[in-house]
């Protein structure tokens, strides 16, 4: 048995997780926090095998968080799942002790297989993280999940990046000379080609990914 205590300070994504693992035999989520110290705190308490963390989190992010539990419990294996795919914000979480790195666009599929390659002692990258970073860690021990490419078409590249500098459908619409039901359409094709739960984590997306057009 697998168990498993998550920090994010999404709820909705909380709740999608563990919907999906309810009923698994394997997997035992035994704690959910929204925050990094509550993390500390809650694995302190229930030690669970497997920690799933996000980085950007309330009062402690997810780096310091796994120092900290590593430090104190060594045995206990980190997984990162965020939006960051940067190789600084990679190389942060494995410097601290984590395990695994995986993409919260990539699926509850990808994250299945990195729960279950990490709580053996393995490392799991998602295969949609910064490969030239990869390639400076990567042996025998290492597995890559495998994710279809997300491809974005030009216009909804250009409605990211005005979501990234904080615009709303109608100055999109506007800035554009479309629709904004038009927008909001683009909005919804984005959010489901993405895999991401919520309309807010569109926006948070666009600025974290810092999405290169």
């Given amino acids: 048995m697998i168990t498993i205590i998550i920090a994010e300070d999404h709820q909705m994504l909380i709740d999608g997780i563990q919907s999906f693992f309810m009923y698994d035999e394997d997997i035992n989520i035994i704690g959910t926090v929204n925050n990094g110290a509550d993390l500390v705190n809650l694995v302190t308490l229930k030690q669970p095998k497997l920690v799933i963390t996000d980085i950007r989190m309330p009062i402690m992010d997810g780096i310091k968080a796994t120092k900290i539990i590593k430090k104190k419990l060594p045995h206990i294996h980190v997984l990162a799942m965020t939006m960051f795919d940067q190789p600084n914000a990679i190389k942060q979480m ?6 695994g790195y995986i993409l919260k666009n990539s699926g509850i599929k990808m994250l299945y297989k990195a729960i279950t390659s990490v709580a053996k002692g393995e490392t799991f990258f998602d295969s949609n993280v910064a490969f030239n970073f990869m390639n400076n860690y990567i042996d025998d021990n290492i597995a890559v999940g495998k994710t279809k490419k997300i491809v974005l078409s030009k216009r909804e590249k250009e409605i990211l990046h005005l979501i990234s500098e904080g615009k709303t459908s109608k100055d999109i619409s506007e800035i554009l ?14 959010i489901k080609k993405l895999d ?3 309309g807010n984590d569109l926006i948070k997306y666009a600025i974290e990914k810092k999405y290169q057009f």
């Fill in 94 to 99: 494995i410097d601290a002790g984590a395990k």
């Fill in 177 to 190: 000379f479309i629709a904004k039901t038009t927008v909001d359409t683009h909005r919804k094709n984005m």
């Fill in 196 to 198: 991401l739960p919520a």
